[in-house]
């Protein structure tokens, strides 16, 4: 069985910067992409960077395009989210998933098979 746990979040001023890290469990670990999504109060899920666990290609969501950075680490099972320049929309909680097989695009969350608890972003205005 994979667990995904997700840690760094917290609260921090507009302007500044976070770095998020999920680390997975299991021996034959070995996704096809993992990603980063986001949920603020009442709005839906909704992508905000995968990278490929083959090959390292990623995928960023319009809104975070130069801001975010997606990175992994095959060695540690580990995929790394550096925020920079928050604002204060980037506000919620953020989730770490994995998907096993072939998902294109990269924001299809249904197409994720483990999902983290979750960690919460709050950026202050």
């Known amino acids: 069985q994979v667990q995904v746990v997700e840690s760094g979040g917290g609260l921090v001023q507009a302007g500044g910067s976070l770095r998020l890290s999920c680390a997975a469990s299991?021996?034959?670990?070995?996704?096809?992409?993992m990603s980063w999504f986001r949920q603020a109060p009442g709005a839906e899920r909704e992508f905000v960077a995968g990278v490929r666990w083959s090959g390292g290609a990623t995928h960023y969501a319009e809104s975070v395009k130069g801001r975010f950075t997606v990175a992994r680490d095959n060695s540690k099972n580990s995929v790394y989210l550096q925020m920079n320049g928050l604002k204060p929309e980037d506000t919620a909680v953020y989730y770490c998933?994995?998907?096993?097989?072939?998902?294109?695009?990269?924001?299809?969350?249904?197409?994720?098979?483990?999902w983290g608890q979750g960690t919460q972003v709050t950026v202050s205005s």
């Open positions: 299991g021996r034959t670990f070995s996704p096809y992409v």
């Open positions: 998933a994995a998907a096993r097989f072939y998902t294109s695009p990269y924001s299809l969350a249904q197409r994720y098979d483990y």
